[in-house]
């Protein structure tokens, strides 16, 4: 049962080079998430989809943009990558967006922006 | 202006001894909350979670504890196993959103 898996792992980019980081889920979950975590500011909602066809803005979503073509992907690109966007990207699933519905997270793509 | 803040970047206990988690918030809407627990190179994964309608939500050794007047909410781990070691946030939602707010976090080492 793999859950929520990310793609890539591990990534160095040089300012202004662009990328897609893909999330997969196989739990048939409705809504995903995109969140970037920084030393003491915990985790930020960058952009999120309520259904396949549907994207939304999170708290952070400038320099981001997201698709959701099919149910079981939730693509973040970075069209032209800044410094500031060094992060820990995580993406996350759950069955329903109401707040009592926890949401499954994948491990992480740890992204360097030099 | 951060609406979660976690105010302890870290916490040692012993092996054994309570591990009190804290957490506050400003956003008077904020109904639901919900902890987290994060190993290294790993996601979140969730823990335990209360609603406003309680002061209080039990799971084996975790409690959470919540004081609405005061915004403030607490993760009680009793006892305390090394296993515990971990990264801890909390995170808080308006009932029916679809928006997770989560606080800085608190890195617990339990001692052996």
């Known amino acids: 049962n793999a859950g929520v898996t990310q793609t890539p792992k591990f990534r160095v980019l040089k300012t202004g080079q662009s990328m897609t980081l893909l999330c997969a889920q196989d739990m048939n979950h409705e809504y995903m998430y995109w969140y970037r975590q920084d030393p003491g500011m915990g985790l930020r909602l960058i952009h999120y989809?309520?259904?396949?066809?549907?994207?939304a803005k999170g708290e952070v979503p400038d320099g981001y943009n997201v698709s959701r073509l099919k149910k079981q992907n939730f693509l973040l690109g970075l069209e032209s990558a800044a410094p500031s966007q060094t992060s820990v990207y995580f993406c996350?699933?759950?069955?329903?967006?109401?707040?009592?519905?926890?949401?499954?997270f994948g491990d992480g793509t740890r992204l360097s922006i030099l | 202006d951060q609406q979660v803040k976690q105010n302890s970047p870290s916490l040692s206990v012993q092996e054994g001894r309570i591990s009190i988690l804290n957490c506050d918030y400003t956003?008077?809407?904020?109904?639901?909350f919900l902890w987290y627990k994060k190993y290294p190179a790993e996601g979140p994964t969730f823990l335990i979670s209360i609603s406003s309608i309680k002061d209080k939500n039990e799971d084996g050794r975790f409690t959470v504890f919540l004081n609405k007047s005061a915004k403030h909410l607490s993760l009680h781990i009793v006892p305390s196993q090394p296993g515990d070691s971990a990264v801890y946030f909390c995170?808080?939602?308006?009932?029916?959103?679809?928006?997770?707010?989560f606080g800085g976090g608190t890195r617990l080492m339990v001692k052996p």
């Open positions: 956003n008077s809407m904020f109904d639901y």
């Open positions: 996350a699933s759950s069955y329903q967006g109401q707040s009592n519905q926890p949401q499954h």
């Open positions: 995170a808080a939602s308006v009932w029916g959103g679809n928006m997770l707010t």
């Open positions: 989809s309520v259904g396949e066809g549907t994207t």
